[in-house]
């Protein structure tokens, strides 16, 4: 859905939109849509004569997964989260300008042309809600770098101090130089 700037001149425009698994791609992010989501709330111009400022509020629920980032198993999170965004003409800041973005800067954002796209809204929600990593637990210990099975399950009987067997000369060699 398109949000126009010249349709919030005459309205606030609701929406209620479902996007279905997959619509909503969270590039370079272990996460993807899992779930159906849906995204529903009010579009504003606040300015309509000055900085034409729109305001997007309202929730979103849905599913994302993922891989863990550690032993790979499966991982799901519920979403329920409300947002209140602003977003301001990229005219309004000069193109070669630096800007400091603070914490209470993260619902602010920029547009250019004739509005904003929803998916692109939903999106970027989407991925500072979601953590960095896909974790399926925070102590998951990973997969053993010799079998392959999860650490700690019955699968994985290798034992936790691993020699590697290059480094065996240089073993003799030291143990040579002590005695």
């Not at 590039?27 to 997007?56: F, H, K, N, P, Y």
């Not at 800067?105 to 989407?126: A, C, K, S």
């Not at 998951?140 to 079998?147: D, H, N």
């Amino acid at each position: 859905m398109f949000i126009e700037v010249l349709e919030l001149e005459r309205r606030t425009v609701p929406f209620d939109s479902r996007f279905a698994p997959g619509a909503i791609v969270l590039a370079d992010s272990d996460w993807r849509q899992s779930g159906e989501l849906r995204a529903a709330g009010v579009a504003e111009l606040l300015d309509r004569s000055g900085s034409r400022t729109i305001r997007v509020r309202g929730r979103i629920e849905g599913e994302a997964g993922g891989s863990c980032a550690r032993c790979l198993e499966p991982v799901s999170k519920t979403l329920r989260e409300n947002f209140d965004l602003f977003y301001y003409p990229m005219a309004m800041i000069a193109c070669s300008e630096e800007i400091r973005i603070e914490r209470d800067d993260m619902d602010l954002g920029f547009y250019e042309g004739r509005g904003i796209e929803l998916g692109d809204v939903i999106r970027e929600q989407l991925l500072l809600w979601l953590p960095m990593q896909a974790l399926c637990d925070e102590n998951c210990p990973g997969i053993c770098p010799r079998c392959g099975a999860r650490r700690g399950s019955a699968d994985c009987r290798c034992e936790d101090k691993f020699v590697d067997p290059r480094w065996d000369v240089l073993r003799e060699f030291r143990s040579k130089m002590k005695s």
